[in-house]
């Protein structure tokens, strides 16, 4: 307790580039952020627009964008900056606000991935009572539902991040400011902390990824119950972009927490987040829009409407 001293800041020590290569990984993250916030600002404004899209499918696909935007935003430029600057630090509360906005963002995004799967669950097992099950009402609570739910989550970590004192050593092993990585610099009791991660992670991670699962098991049951080819191009043409984004998700997930780390875990761990922070949102917009009609329609239409009312 005697050299407890208070840490203004930390050091991010991210990504293991050698100096030769700053500049060459500099522009390549440049590249991949610009084009994760191009992509999915396009989406937002396509559904905005256009009204042959404003059905809940593209509805929820415009919140996962907004999810994915600010997802990214909230590591990207700070990393960027970090490259350039000699001292790569974050303040204290920025930090903490780091780490409030990943958890918020992130699981918003995940729980939305949710939703797009009971939403074709309804589409194929039930499209006669489609419009009046998926009501535009039961779609804003359930966004409303899913901002409540993941804000009050975000804050009770960050809330409870904040109570713990630091010593020394300020010194992140990663590119952003990670709620593990800042457990394992305090000095003071963190059990609470991991405790409620332990709790809440089982809610937050494993309650969506068995509800998709059981959306998408009703769905193939479901087909197999009337084999027909017809069926069966349905459900590939309507969820096999929403089937890979959640692969995609939970296969980064389950290989950063299920894969056995070795001694270079710090790598790994890295090359990881870098995956769910940069890739999937950047990815995203590319899995459902350029395999879409509808997106690639509507954007034919936004463009010759403007073109015409000029
Ligand atoms: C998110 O979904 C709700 C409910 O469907 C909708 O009203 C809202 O416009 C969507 N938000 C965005 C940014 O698309």
Redesign the pocket.
Known sequence: MNNKTVITQFLLMGLPIPPEHQHLFYALFLAMYLTTVLGNLLI?IL??LDSHLHT?MY?????L??ADLCFSSVTMPKLLQNMQSQEPSIPYAGCLTQIFFFLLFGYLGNFILVAMAYDRYVAICFPLQYTRIMS?KL??C??LLFWILTSSHAMMHTLLAARLSFCENNVILNFFCDLFALLKLACSETYVNELMIFIMGGFVVITPFILIVISYASIIYSILKVPSTQGIYKVFSTCGSHLSVVTLFYGTVIGLYLCPSGNNSTVKENTMAMMYTVVTPMLNPFIYSLRNRDMKRALIRVIYSKKISL
Do not use: E, G, Y
Request: charged share 5%.
């Open positions: 937002i559904v905005r809940p509805l929820f696909l415009s919140n964008s907004f535009p779609c804003t359930l966004v």
